[in-house]
């Protein structure tokens, strides 16, 4: 999508450094109803022209389940429970025998009741929530998509305070950190965007990282962030 991009009163904004070898990392956002945000961020499994193409087939899959509501309330139900599309794009690929499997972070933020619903699907990294500035993780756990038939994922939901900053990072950020090991790479990580302001700029210039840098990974940024009222 465009970025930046202004939603509901929301800028958001991504960024995608490309690995050596072809692979999925993928972003997209929209508004709904000029109140929800829904957003997701998804890293395919694997490297080669399979992982790439999910990608590729990822976007209309989803912009066809949204078309498929027939009423405002069906959209409604499917804003307020991510997990429905989460389990559609997991049927759908195990159906589509690409071979591969993803993890992704799918979110949907009502900006009039401020409460941001979530699901969580083996993806590492989670997400940065900045109030204050104070950073902190968000919770939640779930599988992997595309591997078990009938999972299940759950929603979380968060209270989102006026002013915030969201960042959402695939696992390829992990590669870049200067530290050893999941549990000192999350503390280094979430150290660096205390009192984040300034958005996609800010994340890129406490990382140090720029687009000429290439590595074993795709490197995908989503950033959320609004200041001030809406």
Same mark, same amino acid.
């Given at each position: 999508?465009?970025?930046?991009?202004?939603?509901?009163?929301?800028?958001?904004?991504? #960024?995608?450094?490309?690995?050596?070898?072809?692979?999925?990392?993928?972003?997209?956002?929209?508004?709904?109803?000029?109140?929800?945000?829904?957003?997701?961020?998804?890293?395919?499994?694997?490297?080669?022209?399979?992982?790439?193409?999910?990608?590729?087939?990822?976007?209309?899959?989803?912009?066809?389940?949204? #078309?498929?509501?027939?009423?405002?309330?069906?959209?409604?139900?499917?804003?307020?429970?991510?997990?429905?599309?989460?389990?559609?794009?997991?049927?759908?690929?195990?159906?589509?025998?690409?071979?591969?499997?993803?993890?992704?972070?799918?979110?949907?933020?009502?900006?009039?009741?401020?409460? &941001?619903?979530?699901?969580?699907?083996?993806?590492?990294?989670?997400?940065?929530?900045?109030?204050?500035?104070?950073?902190?993780? &968000?919770?939640? #756990?779930?599988?992997?998509?595309?591997?078990?038939?009938?999972? #299940?994922?759950?929603?979380?939901?968060?209270?989102?305070?006026?002013?915030?900053?969201?960042?959402?990072?695939?696992?390829?950020?992990?590669?870049?950190?200067?530290?050893?090991?999941?549990?000192?790479?999350?503390?280094?990580? &979430?150290?660096?965007?205390?009192g984040l302001e300034g958005g996609m700029a800010s994340i890129l210039a406490r990382l140090s990282l720029n687009s000429e840098r290439a590595g074993p990974d795709d490197i995908a940024i989503l950033s959320l962030e609004q200041r001030g009222r809406l």
């Amino acid at each position: 999508p465009s970025t930046p991009a202004k939603v509901a009163g929301i800028t958001l904004e991504h #960024k995608v450094i490309p690995s050596l070898y072809l692979s999925g990392d993928f972003v997209d956002y929209g508004g709904i109803q000029n109140r929800y945000v829904a957003f997701y961020l998804t890293d395919v499994s694997g490297h080669g022209a399979s992982s790439a193409f999910v990608t590729i087939w990822l976007k209309p899959l989803v912009r066809r389940m949204f #078309k498929e509501c027939q009423t405002r309330e069906e959209e409604i139900s499917l804003l307020s429970d991510p997990s429905l599309l989460v389990q559609y794009v997991n049927k759908e690929l195990i159906h589509s025998h690409f071979g591969c499997h993803l993890t992704c972070f799918v979110g949907v933020f009502d900006t009039q009741e401020r409460v &941001l619903s979530y699901v969580t699907a083996g993806h590492l990294p989670l997400p940065i929530l900045v109030e204050q500035g104070r950073a902190r993780y &968000l919770t939640g #756990k779930g599988k992997p998509v595309g591997i078990f038939n009938d999972n #299940k994922w759950q929603v979380f939901k968060e209270y989102i305070e006026e002013g915030f900053s969201l960042v959402v990072f695939s696992g390829g950020i992990l590669d870049t950190l200067p530290a050893e090991g999941l549990l000192e790479q999350e503390a280094y990580l &979430l150290e660096q965007m205390q009192g984040l302001e300034g958005g996609m700029a800010s994340i890129l210039a406490r990382l140090s990282l720029n687009s000429e840098r290439a590595g074993p990974d795709d490197i995908a940024i989503l950033s959320l962030e609004q200041r001030g009222r809406l």
